[in-house]
């Protein structure tokens, strides 16, 4: 046979047994498999079988030594019995290694048979070739054959001698699971209701500053108390906004000492607990440098109506219950962040969302987690190719289902808000990133910092740069705040007190006016109102309407004011640097 | 109609010119590249302080490697040398020597080698030890408390969630500095 005969005879024989060699493979990944998970699972739960008879036989010599040291028999028996135990250790660690390149042998095996399989169905029935030699296809038809059942005996063997392994106790580890199931509380969630009577995160329900409401207090006075429900001293500095749920109001405060969680009551301001973080796994042990401006703690807080969280500017998460009781605490690591950490979190039904963005675009560092709120453990994590930034993710209820949206350098990602799919990402910001999302007519709409704002369209899958934005527009675009819209106008308000309105449908400017003041908090949308508080503590009123229509400014007090407030019926929170008020008719 | 466009001429003056807007424009971005630089967050890495490490064990089962990536180390000027290592003999040794009877490390990663009667030196074979923790816990139960754990930083993956340090009961697993990132028993006593 020639070099071309034999080739042609190879590849004959390749696709004749290429569709048994796919299943023989597959059926030999899914040994592999197999016996590595039985491996790993030996690993968590303890000895294997065989180890732990070698370790009772070991304590027993040895027990058997100490009451009769010169017997150099036992010793023998011993040192036998150590070689072999560690021999038997050290076996079942290299086994994992081994395991690992044998599935992937067995992966590559599969991939090509199946590529082979898949290529074969597509084919045209060949033409026979005249001069064909029968005695060779008859011959290659019987090798095939031969092939398939050799191959098979080999993979079949291959695994058979990997499930020489130690014995292992599976069911200790399934057991111990379903107690843990079965001590466990029933999953509950708050019902979109509650999300939306309560002020459970940064910029409200959603995470776009709009209240469910249709009126909120609209005059008070620092001055005389007038409207001013109470006030309470602020005990710890912090750049977070106050969250609400039910009677309770929470947030985070942090000076070198200490990292603290506050819990004061919605009724009359009074201080239910105060609890230090304490200890968390992992935490440095020497404080990160803090850009001063950032402070320690400007993430605002989340809840889920059981539980509330906390994220400070050295990576640490933790979980405390409405008690005052921490249930879980962990560090994700100190930011690598220009302008330290300021992404607030977000809770989706039982777990808490943590926009986890760091260092640059392509050191895949950023990270999208879900973590359990009862337990902390990750339900989902999704790497992003994000640099840092301080914007925060919003929950979006679109056409095609609830996305979690995020905007950060170069990329505003969409993703599926149960499980962190990736649904679709427009390449097109750029840095130092402030402002978060909001969203509209299926739109969300995004602020690159005193450039420009974007609308995307949130059907889209893939890369949707050039097929799904909308529209694009040259504006006075805030460096800070969040825009908000009533889904027909968008307003934005810059730091220097710019106040625009734009259309939703086409990005189309409809008005600008100047406010003598300097903001850092976001704007609110109650009702028919926006409500805009300064940097000086007063409030701007504006309606919202095509035409700029302001109503009396409100003075507030002496304080600076760098927090978004919070809404709940017929009341306002405020977080000043020196007072938490509460605004309303008493 | 079209406006007719401006003729554009390269003289040496616009090429000069040019060069030094170039100049201060590159300038500018190493400038601004060279400060964000500076205000970077500093790289941590995990690490063990060994005067919380309170020896229970999970560094050797709760890595996600295979073989844990915390090994034992030996603070040789704090080691008293003893003929009778508490971290090296198990508790009723029925004689001072190598034997594995005599053994209290599972896997035989310390080596005992005689200096001069009665002194003997104490390594660790790290591709032996499993940072099971067991020598430490007897060598301070006992002795000069110079065995300790540390991470080995040629094999950490530096999770960014790590998962010995989610399951230290002490609250041991602490990040360091990447410019620091042993803590050397020695350098760090406790006040």
């Known amino acids: ?586 | 109609m079209d406006k007719p466009k401006k003729e554009t001429k390269i003289t040496r003056r616009s090429v000069l010119r040019d060069g030094v807007r170039s100049f201060f424009v590159l300038s500018m971005g190493g400038a601004s590249g060279y400060l964000v630089s500076r205000v970077q967050a500093e790289d941590y890495v995990w690490q063990i302080d060994p005067h919380k490490c309170i020896s229970c064990g999970n560094c050797a089962s709760h890595c996600v490697l295979e073989e844990s990536a915390s090994k034992c180390v030996q603070s040789y000027p704090m080691c008293g040398y003893c003929k009778l290592c508490t971290g090296f003999f198990n508790a009723a040794p029925s004689a001072l020597d190598t034997g594995a009877e005599n053994q209290l490390c599972p896997t035989g990663a310390i080596i005992r080698t005689f200096v001069e009667d009665p002194y003997f030196d104490y390594t660790i074979d790290e591709s032996l030890c499993i940072g099971c923790a067991k020598c430490v816990k007897w060598c301070e139960a006992f002795g000069n408390a110079s065995l300790y754990l540390q991470v080995r930083h040629d094999r950490c993956l530096n999770c960014n969630e790590c998962s010995i340090a989610l399951a230290c009961p002490a609250d041991a697993f602490v990040r360091v500095p990447k410019s620091k990132p042993y803590r050397l028993k020695i350098e760090n006593k406790p006040e």
């Open chain 1, 1 to 586: 046979m020639n070099n071309k005969n034999r080739f042609q005879f190879f590849e004959d024989l390749w696709d004749s047994s290429a569709k048994n060699i796919a299943v023989v493979a597959a059926i030999y990944c899914i040994l592999v498999a197999g016996f590595l998970a039985y491996n790993y699972a030996a690993a968590q739960s303890g000895l294997p079988e065989k180890e732990r008879i070698y370790s009772q036989q070991m304590a027993e010599k040895k027990a058997l030594l100490i009451e009769d040291v010169k017997n150099e028999e036992l010793k023998s028996e011993i040192r036998d019995l150590d070689l072999a135990l560690r021999q038997q250790y050290f076996e079942r660690m290299a086994f994992s290694k081994r395991g690992k390149y044998l599935l992937l042998a067995g992966v590559i095996v599969l991939l090509l048979a199946l590529k082979k399989t898949v290529a074969m169905q597509k084919k045209l029935p060949k033409k026979r070739v005249k001069n064909k030699d029968p005695l060779r296809e008859a011959n290659a038809t019987t090798q095939a054959r031969q092939t398939v059942i050799g191959s098979s005996i080999v993979l079949l063997a291959g695994a058979l001698a990997l499930g020489f392994a130690p014995g292992v106790d599976l069911p200790s580890a399934s057991d111990e699971a379903e107690q843990i199931a079965e001590a466990a509380p029933q999953v509950t969630f708050p019902t979109q209701e509650e999300i939306r009577q309560n002020w459970s995160r940064f910029r409200g329900p959603g995470g776009v500053g709009v209240a469910h409401y249709e009126t909120a207090p609209t005059t008070w006075d620092g001055e005389s108390g007038d409207g001013i429900i109470w006030k309470t001293e602020v005990l710890l500095e912090g750049n977070n906004s106050p969250i609400v749920w039910g009677d309770r109001l929470f947030m985070s405060g942090a000076d070198e000492n200490t990292k603290e969680i506050f819990c004061y009551s919605t009724e009359d301001g009074a201080l239910l607990w105060r609890k230090p973080i304490g200890m968390v796994p992992g935490a440095p042990s020497e404080e990160p440098r803090v850009m001063e401006g950032t402070g320690r703690t400007a993430s605002t807080m989340a809840t889920d109506g059981a539980r509330v969280y906390a994220i400070f500017f050295d990576g640490s998460l933790v979980a405390f219950d409405f008690d005052g009781n921490r249930v879980w605490a962990k560090n994700l690591g100190v930011p690598d962040s220009v302008y330290g950490y300021a992404t607030s979190l977000m809770c989706y039904q039982d777990k808490v969302i943590v926009q986890y963005d760091q260092g640059y675009e392509d050191d895949d560092t950023s990270v999208l987690y879900a973590f359990d709120g009862k337990t902390g453990s990750v339900v989902w994590q999704t790497v992003r190719p994000v640099a840092n930034s301080w914007t925060s993710p919003i929950l979006a209820k679109t056409n095609s289902g609830e996305q979690i949206i995020t905007v950060s350098e170069p990329w505003v990602i969409g993703y599926k808000a149960d499980s962190g799919e990736e649904l679709w990402r427009a390449t097109m910001m750029g840095t130092d990133l402030a402002p978060s999302p909001v969203i509209a007519k299926d739109m969300a709409i995004v602020i690159q910092p005193n450039e420009w704002m974007a609308a995307i369209k949130t059907d889209g899958s893939g890369d949707v740069t050039e097929s799904h934005v909308a529209w694009h527009v040259d504006c006075m675009a805030p460096d800070i705040g969040s825009p908000v819209t009533d889904g027909e106008l968008i307003w934005l308000l810059t730091t220097m007190g710019t106040l625009s309105c734009h259309k939703v449908e086409t990005g189309e400017m409809l008005y600008e006016h100047e406010m003598d003041d300097m903001f850092q908090s976001s704007p609110v949308l109650v009702g028919e109102w926006i409500y805009m508080m300064s940097e000086k503590g007063k409030t701007y009123r504006v309606k919202t309407t095509a035409e700029f229509e302001q109503a009396e400014e409100v003075p507030f007090i002496d304080e600076w004011i760098l927090a978004s407030p919070a809404f709940t019926q017929g009341r306002i929170f405020v977080r000043g640097d020196r007072f938490l008020y509460c605004l309303g008719s008493k």
